[in-house]
């Protein structure tokens, strides 16, 4: 038989894929988490899947009611149907009457023995292939004791075997936090997270601590809960995908920039523009969409910190028509807000675009915005490595820009970016006969040769003019440069320059 048929499908998007295919068939799983983090969720899906596929199924609650269950399905647009039973396991003592109460002392050994007994009772009498039981706090309180929890959980782990049921337990961690003993003996944990920032709405991870015998997706994987039930994002990594492409070198559709380029950008790389608010970055890197769009090819541009309906406004003011380009299908624009967005979905809507829709420019703009969805800096540094290199071997162009604190003189990146991109594209402010001007000059390209001279560049109604390369003067880049020429080298700006 096929390893991905010897597997019980969870029907989680992304899920089955960090374990490697699903649940092994006739074993016993452990979903850990604290309230609230999707467990409920993830196991309803996993017994719809079964259902879908002609299984018998079985949920067996002590946690929550049967209604309570019905109601999270429908709120997810699911019915279950009739391979799907429900079974709620009520306390012993919520079945007495008030006469048969009793006011001292319960014995735990019946309550236990009567849970248990219910339990394979009923599985006897639905014979089903998949089940999930929720929750192992209740059987743990039980209990009364870790030596005859162990037993209880090793008593139904060798049940449940012996009848080659895959069983989903669930425990939502609030007895014994530092209690381990359910993870020595099942087959398989998978932990779910729920992270809160300082602002925004709530981050949820998943992460697979232990599958006996199987290899899985390490690290964390980033999930949400939506309408539709849970979705996970499995960690991106860029050597697992490459795609043959014809290499070359592609146009800005600017000569001058061209030039600085050493003849343009090269096919499969990544472009850094970096410089300070105000100097254009959003602006250049939208005439390599322009120019891509030209070549009768696909782009999409992801944009983090501006209004799209003013960043149409600007572009159209020099002569870009974004509104026309998204309008013929060769442009895909969209307004991320890094507060609601994880980096992991974030990665994956790339992806999706990237292999779906045969973009082949991809712009993110800003680093600055797709910062604010990181944890800290080196996550960030790592997330954008892998996605950099993931575009790369599709033979996809990535333009990001970086928006530089200050702006004259020594300047800082909030994250520094600069060593991870192919070709990084540097802006300044300088001043010169009593204007303040803007100066490109490119200090790094791993492929091929390149312009080392610094050009004078407006953004105007005309669109980017970029000038002759700048020999007479010095300390440009620090922003108060000396000119040591004979003659004004710089652009005439008599015309209305766009900000």
């Known amino acids: 038989m096929a390893a991905d048929q010897m597997k019980s499908k969870t029907g989680v998007p992304g899920l089955d894929d960090i374990l490697g295919g699903g649940l092994a068939n006739g074993h016993v799983f452990l979903l850990e988490g604290d309230p609230g983090t999707g467990k409920t969720t993830v196991a309803l899906r996993f017994l719809i899947e079964g259902a879908r596929n002609g299984e018998r199924c079985l949920y067996i609650t002590l946690s929550e009611t049967e209604s309570e269950l019905r109601a999270v399905a ?12 429900i079974f709620e396991l009520a306390p012993p003592e919520s079945a007495l009457g008030q006469s ?3 006011s001292l002392l319960y014995s735990s050994d019946l309550e236990l023995g009567e849970a248990a007994r219910a339990i394979f009772d009923t599985y006897e009498r639905v014979a089903p292939t998949r089940v999930v039981l929720d929750s192992l706090s209740e059987i743990r309180l039980l209990a009364q004791s870790s030596l005859r929890y162990r037993r209880q959980i090793l008593a139904m782990k060798h049940y449940f075997a012996q009848r080659a049921a895959t069983v989903l337990l669930l425990d939502d961690r609030t007895s014994e936090a530092t209690d381990k003993t359910a993870h020595s003996i099942v087959h398989g944990v998978v932990q779910l997270e729920e992270l ?16 006996r015998g199987q290899m899985f997706r390490g690290g964390y994987h980033d999930f949400t809960i939506a ?10 990594r860029a050597i697992e995908h490459k795609a043959p492409f014809d290499g070359g070198k592609l146009s800005s559709g600017i000569d001058e920039l061209d030039a600085l380029l050493g003849g343009g ?4 790389s990544s ?58 299908g060769l442009l895909q624009i969209e307004q991320v807000d890094a507060a609601e967005l994880s980096p992991g979905e974030f990665a994956q809507r790339v992806r999706t675009i990237v292999d779906e829709g045969n973009v082949r420019t991809v712009v993110i703009d800003s680093l600055n915005g797709y910062q604010a969805a990181m944890p800290d800096e080196s996550s960030l540094v790592l997330h954008i490595h892998e996605l950099l290199q993931y575009l790369n071997r599709q033979g996809a162009n990535t333009f990001l820009t970086v928006a530089q604190h200050g702006l004259v003189g ?7 970016v600069t060593y991870l991109s192919d070709t990084v594209v540097l802006l300044r402010y300088f001043e010169a006969m009593s204007q303040v001007r803007r100066a490109i000059s490119v200090i790094k390209k791993r492929a091929g040769g390149h312009e080392n001279t610094i050009r004078e560049y407006r953004i105007g109604r005309e669109g980017l003019t970029i000038g002759e390369p700048l020999t007479d003067f010095q300390g440009i880049l620090r922003g108060v440069p000396t000119f040591h020429g004979n003659a004004d080298p710089l652009l005439n700006l008599g015309g209305r320059e766009n900000s």
């Open 410 to 416: 020594e300047m800082r990146a909030p994250v520094d």
């Open 265 to 268: 950008v090269e096919r499969g």
């Open 74 to 85: 429908a709120s997810h647009g699911w019915v279950l149907d009739e391979n799907i039973e």
């Open 227 to 236: 309408k539709g039930g849970v979705v996970v994002f499995p960690r991106l």
């Open 196 to 211: 809160a920032p300082n602002y925004g709405a709530e981050r949820r991870r998943a992460r697979i601590l232990k599958y």
């Open 271 to 328: 472009t850094l523009v970096l410089g300070p608010a105000g100097t254009g970055k959003s602006i250049i890197v939208l005439h390599f969409v322009l120019a891509a769009i030209r070549r009768g090819e696909r782009a999409a541009v992801f944009v983090f910190d501006e209004e799209l309906a003013l960043l149409f406004k600007r572009a159209r003011e020099i002569g870009l028509d974004l509104a026309g380009m998204r309008d013929s």
């Open 100 to 102: 048969r109460e009793q």
